[in-house]
């Protein structure tokens, strides 16, 4: 079934703008329910110490509070749920200490949760949950994950042993690694820091809770990636209420980028409360609040080893890392270092013989989970960096270097998908063409002229490569939950034709800036044969929509766009049938292109407008169907898919100061089939902005105290504007041989490109210049690229 | 304590007793309850509550309601005319300059007063008055394209 009036593929202008740009976009913190009270916590200043006493008896005698509650009150409840669970090397199930609500015995990071106060204004709220006297005895704090595994170190849970959640191992067995890399002609290696990073959606999260006595229903507005994941771990895992007396809706979400598809405690607490108090409950962080809360990303240490023959090809790869998880679990956290980063230490090359070691730790930090990439840019950003710092090291091109051991082309329908050492199937690649096509751009053949030109001009100008590879599309249910999942990761999709032919497509994919409510309507507008206007996305209401599972890993449109792609195909088997019967022809012989349904090499045909009305007004019918226009679908996909590309970044150093500033950035994606260029490319720059914002601007930083020293916009960079030049992009196309759109989705390549090349760009300015520096600390901040020249 | 104040918002005379310490961007989120403009942080860096006070893109977290008083306001809600987008609204949309749509007020409000006084910016120009206003989707490429194009249209339409 193929597209039939051009819809697919069209960079059509998106329909939810309209709100946006009016000021009339819903999101959580916008909407007003009659007799709204506000929540305030009262949070630790310490990032460990023992509670020894709380005194709420101030507080409550405050103007305006409703209630206050504290650890005490909440012991009996669950804590929230860690959905991914991965074993030890030897077998043992990893370390997951409780998560509570709120904290009643000893605090693990600062910003921990105290007491929750609901008053009838914010500030009254706040001003009470300020009047709460806790009293705390300070403990000695970790934060460093490779030093929080040392004998001696103080312990973020007491039986948590060394702090260690598990230990993992993936690839091939080790001894064959190390042989092969003792055997080595030339070994590259490189120890460096994955720093720690701060998602910044600009929406804070926002909660706002209601509960109906006479229906006995909950209600809770989040600002959430994955409404029904929510209601799943909420109703089941925490608060023990009744599934279908839970009613939860992600109405507009100003961006997520991974930080919101977690389940966090103030969500359970609001939902409890508000039945509690008999009133509806908001709670929206502050900004420093979301800086301490919502769960960060990478803060890997890690030492890599690229192993080389006399002709410059790979043959092995060593990697040992510690991954930091933060002071508690939080939803995907365990999967993030292992199975969306081991596995991809394949990268694009041939590489026989790899072996990652992995200690997850438990430091009194921040949670970390998954943020735009989730495993994989720390995976590429390993790979890239070894790989271009090898031909530095050994007066090899980068680009010819990485031509030499790229895995050779597969489309993976003639040629089979390509078995990684590292557990997975590719599904279709072709990486040979996405370099060729940047180093086009670029004008590679010019390009060490100008750097040499430059350096004589007293600048250093540096080119850096990164040929990346992604799993996304999240994924196979059997393959997770083999993997430790705890939940199926297929897709739903179900689309209600009216009886006027109008369509109503509900999905369980979920929009926070990725325009679903376009592209979505034009896969069924396309495919329908029908026009854009007559098709309504629904997303993001768990009353809506049958079920789902959100939006992350950049699976929408494989996944859930599949899922609505099998329901169409089922409308299309249907309305064939009414229409065989009601054109007195057999089934098989009709054809639906247009928008119309034809007997074969006749002109007789009825429109799609005309089957609907059939379907809801039966009167003339085949008689063994079922009246009605609705499929609901479960999209299970084969595989992850793999999208690829090229990223190349240009820089100049200032010889004097240090400064970087990034001239170019080249960006050759390969996500397979595109349904709208327009919003690829915007996902591609806002992707690509992140990683560079690693690369040179942002980090966490953690004193030796466990205080976040950078916790505002006044201290944490974020790129803006003046940082940025403008972006060259272009496509290649690769179609995914295992879903039906051919797509393999685009939310988080840039980021995973892009970081890698910054730095290896720096690098390369740098040795040009007779600094041969293997590594610089992201990020790359003037003052550390001086000293690097400095020696 | 009270205070009165009296604010004339997209067109319309408000008056309201309100807390000495009530900021703006609340006054017109709460009580006016025109939320286009958003709170993205709370030290006046990400510019998602600017709105324009006396025609002058102001962050509305940075004054008090108490301070408005007096003021002319334009909110994202009050820049069309007539149900007519205003030409950087429509140069938005055409360029994809937003996706999550939650900086999108600000930076819409921003660039208004920017092209004000530059009604002919470069691209360098555009960069720094956005210096202001954080973006986390968009990368601000198509922000940049989409403000250039508007300049474009609103020069076009002032020759006609």
Same mark, same amino acid.
């Given at each position: 079934?193929?597209?039939?009036?051009?819809?697919?593929?069209?960079?059509?202008?998106?329909?939810?703008?309209?709100?946006?740009?009016?000021?009339?976009?819903?999101?959580?913190?916008?909407?007003?329910?009659?007799?709204?009270?506000?929540?305030?916590?009262?949070?630790?200043?310490?990032?460990?110490?023992?509670?020894?006493?709380?005194?709420?008896?101030?507080?409550?005698?405050?103007?305006?509070?409703?209630?206050?509650?504290?650890?005490?009150?909440?012991?009996?409840?669950?804590?929230?749920?860690?959905?991914?669970?991965?074993?030890?090397?030897?077998?043992?199930?990893?370390?997951?200490?409780?998560?509570?609500?709120?904290?009643?015995?000893?605090?693990?990071?600062?910003?921990?949760?105290?007491?929750?106060?609901?008053?009838?204004?914010?500030?009254?709220?706040?001003?009470?949950?300020?009047?709460?006297?806790?009293?705390?005895?300070?403990?000695?704090?970790?934060?460093?994950?490779?030093?929080?595994?040392?004998?001696?170190?103080?312990?973020?849970?007491?039986?948590?042993?060394?702090?260690?959640?598990?230990?993992?191992?993936?690839?091939?067995?080790?001894?064959?690694?190390?042989?092969?890399?003792?055997?080595?002609?030339?070994?590259?290696?490189?120890?460096?820091?994955?720093?720690?990073?701060?998602?910044?959606?600009?929406?804070?999260?926002?909660?706002?809770?209601?509960?109906?006595?006479?229906?006995?229903?909950?209600?809770?507005?989040?600002?959430?990636?994955?409404?029904?994941?929510?209601?799943?771990?909420?109703?089941?895992?925490?608060?023990?209420?009744?599934?279908?007396?839970?009613?939860?809706?992600?109405?507009?979400?100003?961006?997520?980028?991974?930080?919101?598809?977690?389940?966090?405690?103030?969500?359970?607490?609001?939902?409890?409360?508000?039945?509690?108090?008999?009133?509806?409950?908001?709670?929206?962080?502050?900004?420093?609040?979301?800086?301490?809360?919502?769960?960060?990303?990478?803060?890997?240490?890690?030492?890599?080893?690229?192993?080389?023959?006399?002709?410059?090809?790979?043959?092995?790869?060593?990697?040992?890392?510690?991954?930091?998880?933060?002071?508690?679990?939080?939803?995907?956290?365990?999967?993030?270092?292992?199975?969306?980063?081991?596995?991809?230490?394949?990268?694009?090359?041939?590489?026989?013989?790899?072996?990652?070691?992995?200690?997850?730790?438990?430091?009194?930090?921040?949670?970390?989970?998954?943020?735009?990439?989730?495993?994989?840019?720390?995976?590429?950003?390993?790979?890239?960096?070894?790989?271009?710092?090898?031909?530095?090291?050994?007066?090899?091109?980068?680009?010819?270097?990485?031509?030499?051991?790229?895995?050779?082309?597969?489309?993976?329908?003639?040629?089979?998908?390509?078995?990684?050492?590292?557990?997975?199937?590719?599904?279709?690649?072709?990486?040979?063409?996405?370099?060729?096509?940047?180093?086009?751009?670029?004008?590679?053949?010019?390009?060490?002229?100008?750097?040499?030109?430059?350096?004589? =001009? &007293? @600048?250093?100008?540096?080119? *850096?490569?990164?040929?990346?590879?992604?799993?996304?599309? %999240? +994924?196979?249910? #059997?393959?997770?939950?083999?993997?430790?999942?705890?939940?199926?990761?297929?897709?739903?999709?179900?689309?209600?034709?009216?009886?006027?032919?109008?369509?109503?497509?509900?999905?369980?994919?979920?929009?926070?800036?990725?325009?679903?409510?376009?592209?979505?309507?034009?896969?069924?507008?396309?495919?329908?044969?029908?026009?854009?206007?007559?098709?309504?996305?629904?997303?993001?209401?768990?009353?809506?929509?049958?079920?789902?599972?959100?939006?992350?890993?950049?699976?929408?449109?494989?996944?859930?766009?599949?899922?609505?792609?099998?329901?169409?195909?089922?409308?299309?088997?249907?309305?064939?049938?009414?229409?065989?019967?009601?054109?007195?022809?057999?089934?098989?012989?009709?054809?639906?292109? =247009? &928008? @119309?349904?034809?007997?074969? *090499?006749?002109?007789?045909?009825?429109?799609?407008?005309? %089957? +609907?009305?059939? #379907?809801?007004?039966?009167?003339?019918?085949?008689?063994?169907?079922?009246?009605?226009?609705?499929?609901?679908?479960?999209?299970?996909?084969?595989?992850?898919?793999?999208?690829?590309?090229?990223?190349?970044?240009?820089?100049?150093?200032?010889?004097?100061?240090?400064?970087?500033?990034?001239?170019?950035?080249?960006?050759?994606?390969?996500?397979?089939?595109?349904?709208?260029?327009?919003?690829?490319?915007?996902?591609?720059?806002?992707?690509?902005?992140?990683?560079?914002?690693?690369?040179?601007?942002?980090?966490?930083?953690?004193?030796?105290?466990?205080?976040?020293?950078?916790?505002?916009?006044?201290?944490?960079?974020?790129?803006?504007?003046?940082?940025?030049?403008?972006?060259?992009?272009? =496509?290649?196309?690769?179609?995914?041989?295992?879903?039906?759109?051919?797509?393999?989705?685009?939310?988080? +390549?840039?980021?995973?490109?892009?970081?890698?090349?910054?730095?290896?760009?720096?690098?390369?300015?740098?040795?040009?210049?007779?600094?041969?520096?293997?590594?610089?600390?992201?990020?790359?901040?003037?003052?550390?690229?001086?000293?690097?020249?400095?020696? | 304590?009270?205070?009165?104040?009296?604010?004339?918002?997209?067109?319309?005379?408000?008056?309201?007793?309100?807390?000495?310490?009530?900021?703006?961007?609340?006054?017109?989120?709460?009580?006016?309850?025109?939320?286009?403009?958003?709170?993205?942080?709370?030290?006046?860096?990400?510019?998602?509550?600017?709105?324009?006070?006396?025609?002058?893109?102001?962050?509305?977290?940075?004054?008090?309601?108490?301070?408005?008083?007096?003021?002319?306001?334009?909110?994202?809600?009050?820049?069309?005319?007539?149900?007519?987008?205003?030409?950087?609204?429509?140069?938005?949309?055409?360029?994809?300059?937003?996706?999550?749509?939650?900086?999108?007020?600000?930076?819409?409000?921003?660039?208004?007063?920017?092209?004000?006084?530059?009604?002919?910016?470069?691209?360098?120009?555009?960069?720094?008055?956005?210096?202001?206003?954080?973006?986390?989707?968009?990368?601000?490429?198509?922000?940049?394209?989409?403000?250039?194009?508007?300049?474009?249209?609103?020069?076009?339409?002032?020759?006609?």
């Amino acid at each position: 079934m193929s597209a039939t009036n051009g819809i697919i593929g069209q960079s059509v202008k998106r329909v939810e703008d309209k709100r946006f740009i009016t000021g009339k976009g819903r999101y959580t913190d916008d909407i007003i329910l009659p007799g709204q009270t506000y929540a305030s916590f009262t949070r630790s200043p310490h990032a460990h110490a023992k509670i020894i006493s709380v005194n709420v008896q101030a507080a409550k005698a405050m103007p305006g509070v409703v209630a206050i509650y504290t650890g005490a009150d909440v012991a009996g409840l669950n804590g929230v749920p860690c959905g991914w669970q991965v074993n030890f090397k030897n077998g043992d199930t990893m370390k997951e200490p409780k998560h509570p609500l709120l904290v009643a015995d000893k605090v693990r990071h600062v910003g921990d949760p105290v007491a929750i106060v609901i008053a009838e204004t914010r500030e009254q709220a706040v001003d009470a949950a300020e009047a709460i006297v806790v009293d705390y005895e300070e403990l000695a704090v970790t934060v460093n994950a490779a030093e929080a595994v040392k004998p001696g170190t103080p312990l973020v849970h007491d039986d948590v042993p060394n702090n260690i959640c598990f230990d993992w191992e993936l690839g091939n067995p080790k001894e064959e690694v190390d042989q092969a890399i003792s055997e080595a002609a030339h070994v590259t290696t490189l120890e460096f820091v994955n720093q720690r990073l701060v998602p910044s959606a600009i929406e804070p999260r926002s909660y706002i809770s209601s509960y109906d006595a006479t229906s006995e229903k909950y209600t809770l507005y989040t600002s959430t990636q994955a409404p029904h994941l929510i209601r799943l771990l909420m109703s089941a895992f925490v608060l023990g209420l009744p599934e279908h007396k839970v009613h939860v809706v992600g109405p507009d979400v100003g961006g997520g980028f991974g930080s919101k598809c977690f389940h966090y405690t103030e969500e359970a607490l609001v939902t409890w409360v508000t039945k509690k108090i008999g009133r509806p409950v908001k709670w929206t962080a502050e900004r420093h609040e979301s800086f301490l809360l919502d769960a960060h990303g990478r803060d890997h240490i890690t030492k890599a080893e690229m192993g080389f023959d006399n002709d410059g090809k790979i043959v092995a790869l060593r990697v040992k890392t510690f991954a930091n998880l933060g002071a508690y679990l939080s939803t995907f956290s365990t999967c993030v270092p292992t199975y969306l980063h081991g596995t991809l230490l394949q990268g694009l090359y041939t590489t026989p013989k790899i072996n990652i070691q992995l200690t997850a730790v438990f430091t009194n930090t921040t949670p970390v989970d998954a943020y735009r990439g989730a495993g994989r840019p720390e995976a590429s950003y390993l790979l890239e960096r070894l790989i271009d710092l090898a031909a530095l090291e050994m007066g090899r091109d980068p680009a010819e270097l990485r031509f030499k051991n790229f895995i050779p082309p597969f489309d993976g329908v003639n040629q089979p998908g390509y078995q990684t050492q590292v557990a997975l199937q590719y599904d279709s690649g072709n990486y040979h063409g996405v370099l060729t096509k940047g180093l086009e751009m670029l004008c590679y053949s010019n390009f060490r002229e100008e750097q040499k030109k430059a350096s004589q =001009n &007293g @600048k250093l100008l540096g080119v *850096g490569f990164s040929t990346y590879i992604e799993a996304c599309g %999240i +994924a196979p249910s #059997a393959v997770a939950g083999a993997l430790g999942a705890r939940a199926g990761l297929y897709e739903v999709g179900q689309v209600r034709v009216q009886p006027t032919g109008k369509v109503s497509v509900f999905t369980g994919s979920h929009s926070h800036g990725q325009g679903h409510e376009t592209t979505f309507a034009q896969v069924v507008a396309g495919k329908l044969g029908i026009a854009m206007e007559d098709v309504e996305i629904i997303h993001g209401d768990s009353d809506s929509v049958a079920f789902g599972m959100g939006s992350y890993g950049s699976r929408s449109i494989a996944v859930g766009g599949s899922a609505i792609v099998k329901s169409i195909e089922k409308i299309v088997e249907k309305g064939k049938k009414i229409a065989a019967h009601k054109l007195e022809a057999n089934a098989d012989d009709i054809d639906f292109a =247009n &928008g @119309k349904f034809t007997v074969k *090499g006749t002109d007789k045909s009825l429109s799609f407008g005309d %089957i +609907a009305l059939t #379907a809801y007004v039966p009167h003339v019918y085949p008689k063994d169907l079922e009246p009605g226009l609705d499929f609901s679908s479960f999209y299970d996909p084969a595989n992850f898919t793999y999208p690829f590309g090229c990223h190349i970044a240009v820089v100049e150093v200032d010889k004097e100061t240090g400064e970087v500033k990034l001239r170019r950035f080249i960006a050759v994606d390969d996500v397979g089939n595109i349904i709208n260029p327009m919003i690829v490319e915007g996902q591609i720059h806002g992707g690509v902005v992140q990683g560079i914002g690693q690369a040179l601007f942002e980090g966490a930083e953690y004193n030796e105290y466990g205080q976040l020293t950078n916790g505002s916009y006044m201290d944490y960079c974020i790129p803006r504007a003046d940082d940025l030049p403008m972006f060259e992009t272009a =496509n290649q196309v690769t179609p995914c041989p295992h879903n039906p759109l051919g797509v393999k989705g685009a939310g988080e +390549a840039g980021a995973i490109g892009s970081t890698p090349a910054v730095v290896n760009a720096v690098i390369d300015a740098l040795w040009s210049g007779g600094h041969k520096v293997k590594d610089i600390r992201m990020p790359l901040t003037s003052e550390r690229v001086w000293k690097a020249m400095q020696g | 304590m009270s205070i009165k104040i009296q604010v004339k918002v997209n067109g319309v005379e408000y008056s309201h007793e309100v807390e000495p310490r009530l900021l703006l961007v609340h006054y017109l989120r709460d009580v006016l309850r025109l939320t286009g403009s958003h709170i993205g942080c709370d030290t006046s860096v990400c510019g998602a509550c600017t709105i324009h006070v006396n025609n002058k893109a102001t962050k509305s977290c940075t004054m008090l309601a108490v301070q408005a008083d007096g003021c002319e306001i334009t909110t994202i809600e009050g820049l069309a005319t007539n149900g007519e987008l205003h030409p950087l609204q429509e140069a938005f949309r055409e360029n994809h300059g937003l996706q999550c749509g939650f900086c999108t007020p600000g930076i819409i409000m921003t660039a208004v007063d920017f092209l004000q006084d530059f009604p002919d910016p470069s691209e360098e120009d555009i960069r720094q008055a956005l210096k202001g206003n954080l973006c986390r989707c968009t990368g601000y490429h198509n922000i940049v394209k989409s403000i250039k194009h508007a300049a474009e249209k609103m020069k076009e339409e002032v020759a006609v």
